[in-house]
């Protein structure tokens, strides 16, 4: 599609992004947008267009509003601005009330205007006028913010893609690399409950312990809580865990759910998580993008593509209850021994191929929950960050004290969701840490998603 030659790889830029010149900026900016072109160029023209339900969107509407993104700093902030020759605001913004009345996201794929040759030609504009801007102008601290907040904006989407193509196509979806995960050495592990103390803990975001690293204002403002002491599973639930849920009557038994849950699991006839199907035989297996395969074959992966409720009935199954956000946040990011938080649960450095599974691990799919002994916390708790995010009991509100630093964006959200902590296989590497804030419904499961229960 487009050669962006010269750009940096996101494995290599630093978690700190404060300070960056114009032309690292435009160096990351390239590198962003070259990780969405690879996530798309396995697909064939036919693939772009195609919404196979209300909740996702088209491959082209995602290029294309990531672009359209951009185009609305480049109006507010450079000078020398050339308006496209045509206008897809009409298509492409997704929920801005201020640039206009949105295009019902359910009908992304009724339209087959824009083509995708004319998103792809709107792509690779806006790349020009980007690199135009960065070489004219010097950046104020308004403007590196604003375009800090679209690169993150574009791994959201990033993420959002694997979760609609997953959707798309499940196995018929080929990747260009398939890495694998390392391989545990050493005395293995099992799984058992972490006692953790509780007191008081400073839950949230710490920018001036983290100045010159981004955050969402969600994150925000650090602040205390108390909790109780609590346990919690070192390892996420897998799909062996759930299978005894599923093989003893779980999906069936009214008693392990919530009101509205179990009305989701009749209307919509669930009996196990998204994907998963019974061959002739009766076994189970899923398609996925590692293909065809039977779940006994990967009976220590965490379970995903499961709902709130699902997570939530399972835990009252096994005597337990999903975490708070609070509870979770602690697990993973404090250090007894430094009394301090951690920005990741195994330190402050960058995620990479030893201590976490995240999009440029390039697995393609949850791993062994063991499988990285780097990326454990410091209470023991594996695959917090990667992997799967995970559900916790958490209504997603604002923080005590919250103020609003990107307008239209994620506090417009606040109410009648759950908060998702950690990151997954499909989270690019800079787009997540222990205090990143994910929200979805209850009843939502097309996202890459698990969980771990407390007590």
Known sequence: MENQNNSINVNEVESSLSGLSSNEMFNLF???????????????????????????????????????????????????????????SFYLNSYYQSFGTPFNKAKRGTISRPTVNETIDYWRWINMQVSAFFKDNK??????????????????????????????????????????????????HKKEMIKIKGGIFELGFNPEKWNDYFAYDIEMPMHKVYLNDYEIDNAPVTNEDFLQFINDG???????????????????????????????????????????????????????????????AYARWAGKRLPTEAEWEKAASWDEDKNAKRLYPWGDDNPNDV????????????????????????????????????????????????????AEYNDKWFGNQKVLRGGS????????????????????????NGFRCAK
């Open 30 to 88: 390239k590198s962003v947008r070259r990780q969405t072109i690879e996530l798309c160029e396995p697909l064939a023209i036919e693939d772009y267009v195609v919404q196979t339900d209300t909740f996702m969107s088209p491959p082209r509407w995602h290029l294309g509003h990531v672009s359209w993104f951009y185009e609305q700093l480049l109006k507010k902030y450079y000078k020398d601005f050339k308006p496209h020759k045509s206008d897809f």
């Open 250 to 312: 779980g999906y069936k038994n009214f008693k392990y759910w919530l009101s509205d849950g179990w009305e989701t699991v009749n209307k919509n006839r669930w009996e196990a998580p998204l994907y998963w199907e019974k061959d002739e035989n009766g076994k189970w297996f899923k398609s996925d993008f590692k293909g065809k395969r039977f779940i006994e074959d990967f009976p220590d992966e965490p379970v995903i593509n499961i709902s709130y409720y699902e997570a939530d």
């Open 425 to 448: 296989f499909g989270t690019p590497r800079l787009s997540t840490r222990n205090t990143y804030r994910n929200f979805f419904r209850p009843e939502e499961r097309w996202l890459i």
């Open 139 to 188: 950046l104020d601290d308004e403007v590196y913010k604003m375009f800090l907040l679209a690169y993150n904006h574009e791994w959201q989407h990033q993420e959002l893609l694997v979760y609609d193509i997953q959707h798309l196509l499940q196995d018929k979806y080929d990747p260009k690399v398939i890495k694998y995960p390392p391989k545990h050495v050493g005395t293995p």
């Open 355 to 406: 201590n976490s599974n995240l999009l440029e691990s390039k697995v393609w799919a949850p791993t062994n929950v063991f499988a990285y002994e780097k990326g454990k916390s410091y209470f023991g708790c594996h695959a917090m960050v990667g992997d799967c995010w995970e559900w916790t009991q958490s209504e997603y509100m604002a923080y005590p004290g919250f103020k609003s630093g990107f």
